[in-house]
């Protein structure tokens, strides 16, 4: 197989953000927030929250940033992580290596963390694995495959920036598992386009 045989994965941003798959529509007025209406940036969450958030009808809550399926179409016309950011991925850790160029373009896109920015992992354009972006300052938990950024943070001064390691976790569960300390580790050779990508371009960390 030459080079140009391999599979391409790269990391994409979604061109709008996916509405999660999970739950129902809401179909009732809903009114997230009340008390802190007047609060800017409780506006622009409870905008977010009416625009893609469904109902979970077991709790009677919202889901904002759940699962969600992703297609070529979803994609920006530009990789947001390229093919030779890409470093490898640790079946063992759930740590996928990027370079310092990569991490630097993850620094400067972490003011987008607050509310969770999706992210599509591809493989030759084919979205292999969806999930999140997701920052400290985040206002909602996360039932899907997330990052959790914490390198940095608001008006912090822009670091020497090196290959980082960003570990992929997974909650299917609610707040209370999305919050656990001990999380059960996920399996990702369990995706086969996932790991086959991986494998046949050499990426699998040893």
Same mark, same amino acid.
């Given at each position: 197989m030459t080079n140009s045989d391999l599979p391409k994965i790269e990391i994409y941003? =979604? +061109? $709008?953000?996916? +509405?999660t798959k999970d739950g129902v529509e809401i179909t009732r007025e809903w009114n997230f927030i009340e008390s802190t209406r007047t609060d800017s940036s409780m506006i622009h969450s409870n905008k977010l929250l009416r625009e893609f958030a469904r109902l979970d009808t077991v709790t009677d809550n919202y889901i904002y940033a759940g699962s969600y399926n992703a297609d070529e179409d979803d994609l920006d016309i530009n990789p947001f992580i390229y093919e030779n950011e890409i470093i490898s991925f640790d079946f063992e850790t759930s740590e996928l290596e990027i370079s310092a160029s990569g991490a630097e373009k993850l620094?400067?896109? @972490? $003011? %987008? !963390?607050?509310?969770?920015? @999706? !992210?599509?992992?591809?493989? %030759?354009? +084919? =979205?292999?694995l969806t999930g999140y972006f997701y920052g400290i300052l985040s206002s909602s938990y996360v039932n899907h495959f997330y990052i959790f950024y914490e390198n940095g943070g608001f008006g912090e001064k822009k670091p020497v920036f090196e290959n980082e390691k960003l570990r992929i976790e997974y909650n299917s569960k609610s707040m209370k598992g999305f919050f656990k300390t001990d999380k059960e580790k996920y399996d990702f050779k369990t995706i086969a386009e996932f790991y086959n990508a991986f494998k046949l371009s050499g990426r699998i960390a040893e």
């Open positions: 941003l =979604p +061109k $709008e953000r996916i +509405k620094w400067n896109l @972490q $003011e %987008d !963390f607050i509310y969770s920015r @999706q !992210f599509i992992i591809t493989a %030759d354009r +084919k =979205p292999i």
